[in-house]
């Protein structure tokens, strides 16, 4: 803020003139009798003084700076103007000069809560912001009711991540000044960092009543919304930003994600690449294009953008999220990388959590299980019967919850097979780390990793001693918060160790938990009912489109074209993904009628079509997870590629568990010469059902009480490990 009212009043009738047309706003009356003055007395300072503040305030920065440098040599022993001159070099961002400036205000007059609070925000653009606290705090104890100080301090607290404090400041701004439209809006934005969803909303809201033109608060509003999960409100608040900003990059990223939630990938596509079209370095966004891509199986120019992701990563930019490299490339050292960035992010969080004390031996080993995903969800479909089976004598399971509240019969499942089960959606991350450890979790296990609704930043302010990646990602989520990972030798040989930041736990079987309570079909529907011609094999892959890569078709129709009359049964409820993979296939010589499109049903109802099947297909390079694990479950086997990353090996790893190693391949021609042999070698996949059949009661992959208790002996060895005082290292259950 400038002040051109301290110096003593000028003589001259024309600077008397100059200020008075100042104050009634008429600046081009004003500016021209201060020239007049400054050309009979070139070192007026109260001439330059007021010059300088108005060519500041018409955003002509370099000649206010040149104006008020003259009037600080001229008038050495103002105040006023040695802070009217730091405010022009702060414009500048040339924020040290600035703190020499008002430190030279401050020195003639202490008590000067302007220049103390403008020294404040030079401080915090130098990024030493405890020292701009002080300068607020100060300016505060001389002047109580100085609004703008309020809300500078607000946001020095904002970016330290002291987010309770700045929400108080930003309030006690606005008692003083109920109309301040950023004011609500910060408030908004840090109860939304503190996951306060609903608090936020209503602070974008009055931001919004006072300045329905701010296109930032209807954005941020939108950002409130969604993770509400009341989508199409959101979605109506980016389109509302951008009415008013049509150039706002990220709403229009915003939209996209809303778009996505919405599974409306075709329109989120649009806007992920109007995105790229105003910031091509937008965080992120690279990735989410490509993913929408995936989503219609739409390769036009894949190869090329895939590449350019690649490249983008080699440079440390923050192309891409992790997940959508899973489903893009093979290459296990790329999912570091772009694992690593993401965890960066996470780890930088403003204020963490200091190291947990060392805490002695507990009578029961605390295990902590964090996801948003205790519904009917994968994670919870395999896992349920392991949290029931879990040894209470030594061990205590708490369920986190950061997820929208569901009802279905899995959640009441789920919730009486945990000791306790605490909702934390509404919690920051540090508030959920430091609940944890108010609980005395020992081993915090995260069940999401890169996926939709996790929560890295749990992990990064340390919610446990012992951290453990576990089911949700299949791979590494390169963060040095991290500890451990569970794995087997199929997924994670020694040759592909040094991909991955966590240490291993090495369960001695598949490292994919198994619920048998899992309803094997009673319904036995026929072809017809399912939309299938009575007669041909039936090759199926349930797997997500975004998984259907053009190398993985490219073979899935040369198999076609060597299995006469067989077909090809697709899961998805997109026209546009199917309308799309029949044209590729009819690309590739094979008629689009041989592709069949099953649509998403309940679990019990999906489960039993796939006994109509003949053989499943795996994907490459993001293979079947759950998909492969329900159709072993059923009893239809799957034929896998086996690759380098984790994604690519877990089908490989459920095989090995059932006894079905003769289903892996390592190559396309390997991949492809077994599926058509199975279809046209009756006898032989006879042979391999009835094995399937045997092996499946009493086979590792399915036994839930070995797996259990393999699982827990690797809690305690490194459990054991950490009282011992001793660091993470690779640990093998034997």
């Known amino acids: 803020m400038s002040d051109h009212n301290g110096s003593a009043p000028p003589s001259s009738s024309t600077l008397q003139a100059a200020d008075a047309a100042y104050n009634a ?33 018409s955003r002509l920065p370099l000649e206010a700076v040149e104006l008020l440098k003259k009037a600080a040599a001229a008038r050495p022993d103002s105040a006023t103007v040695h802070n009217n001159y730091g405010n022009v070099l702060r414009d500048l961002a040339r924020n040290a000069e600035a703190v020499d400036s008002f430190d ?9 809560p302007e220049a103390l609070c403008n020294r404040g925000s030079a401080l915090q653009a130098l990024g030493r912001i405890d020292e701009a606290l002080r300068s607020y705090d100060e300016a505060l104890r001389l002047r109580p009711g100085y609004v703008d100080a309020h809300y500078n301090r607000g946001v020095a607290l904002q970016d330290l991540g002291r987010f309770e404090e700045a929400a108080q400041s930003y309030g006690r701004a606005l008692k003083l000044q109920p109309t301040f439209a950023e004011a609500h809006y910060n408030t908004g934005n840090v109860l939304f960092e503190l996951k306060r969803f609903e608090e936020a909303l209503k602070s974008f809201d009055s931001a ?10 209807h954005n941020n509003r939108g950002n409130a919304l969604l993770d509400l999960g009341r989508l199409q409100e ?89 997940f959508t490299v899973l489903a893009l ?21 403003p204020r963490p959590l200091a190291a947990p004390p060392k805490r002695p031996r507990s009578p029961r080993i605390i295990i902590g299980y964090y ?16 949290f029931e089976l879990h040894d209470r004598r030594h061990f205590e399971i708490i369920g986190f919850s950061y997820g929208s509240p569901t009802h279905d019969p899995m959640r009441q499942r789920l919730l009486g097979a945990f000791d306790r089960f605490v909702e934390v959606r509404s919690n920051s991350d540090r508030e959920i780390a430091q609940l944890s450890r108010e609980l005395k979790v020992d081993i915090a296990v995260d069940l999401k990793g890169f996926t939709q609704d996790s929560r890295p930043g749990v992990f990064a302010h340390r919610a446990a001693p012992i951290q453990v990646n576990y089911l949700g990602y299949p791979g590494t989520v390169g963060g040095e918060h991290m500890d451990y990972i569970v794995a087997d030798r199929t997924l994670i040989p020694p040759q592909h160790r040094q991909h991955y930041s966590e240490h291993v736990i090495y369960l001695p079987n598949s490292y994919q938990a198994n619920d048998r309570k899992r309803p094997l079909p009673t319904e036995h529907p026929t072809r017809a009912d399912l939309g299938l011609p009575q007669s041909g094999f039936v090759f199926c892959s349930f797997n997500s489109c975004y998984k259907i890569t053009p190398a993985i078709f490219d073979s899935w129709m040369r198999i076609l074209q060597q299995v006469k009359h067989s077909i090809l049964w697709l899961l998805t409820d997109s026209g546009a993904a199917a309308g799309a993979l029949r044209r590729e296939a009819a690309r590739r010589g094979v008629s689009a009628d041989r592709l069949v499109f099953a649509p998403q049903l309940p679990l019990a109802r999906h489960l039993a079509r796939y006994r109509v099947a003949d053989l499943f297909l795996d994907t490459f390079p993001c293979g079947g997870h759950t998909t492969a694990s329900d159709a072993l479950w059923v009893g239809l086997p799957v034929v896998t590629r086996l690759g380098d990353s984790f994604a690519a090996r877990v089908a490989a790893s459920l095989l090995t568990a059932i006894g079905l190693p003769e289903l892996i391949t390592s190559s396309a021609a390997q991949y492809e010469a ?18 399937l059949d045997l092996n499946r009661p009493t086979a590792p992959l399915f036994d839930t009480p070995r797996f259990t208790r393999d699982l827990e002996q690797g809690y305690v060895l490194v459990y054991e490990r950490y009282l011992a005082g001793l660091a993470p290292e690779d640990t093998i259950v034997p």
């Open 371 to 386: 996801s948003a995903d205790y519904q009917n969800h994968a994670t919870a479909n395999l896992m349920a019967e392991l």
């Open 104 to 112: 030279r205000a401050l020195q003639i007059q202490p008590s000067y």
């Open 208 to 217: 919004l009543r006072i300045r329905d033109s701010f296109a930032e608060a």
């Open 234 to 322: 959101a979605l109506r608040s980016y389109e509302r930003a951008l009415q008013i900003l049509p150039n706002l990059a990220n709403a229009h990223n915003n939209r996209g994600n809303a778009l996505s939630l919405l599974k409306r990938p075709q329109e989120a596509l649009a806007s992920y690449e109007r995105t790229l079209s105003l910031d091509p370095d937008f965080p992120w966004v690279r990735g989410a294009r490509l993913y929408a891509k995936l989503l219609l199986c739409n390769w036009d120019g894949i190869d090329a953008a895939v590449q350019d992701l690649i490249a983008r990563v080699a440079l440390a930019k923050r192309a891409t999220r992790p």
């Open 329 to 349: 490339s093979d290459d296990p050292s790329l999912h570091r990388r772009v694992a690593e960035m993401s965890a960066s992010t996470a780890e930088l969080a």
């Open 25 to 57: 706003g008429d600046w081009t009356t004003a500016g021209r009798l201060c020239a007049q003055v400054l050309a009979a007395e070139a070192d007026n300072a109260d001439a330059l003084n007021l010059l300088g503040i108005i060519r500041a305030q």
């Open 674 to 691: 077994l599926a058509v042999e199975l279809a046209t070698d009756p006898l032989r996949l006879a042979a391999v059902r009835t094995k």
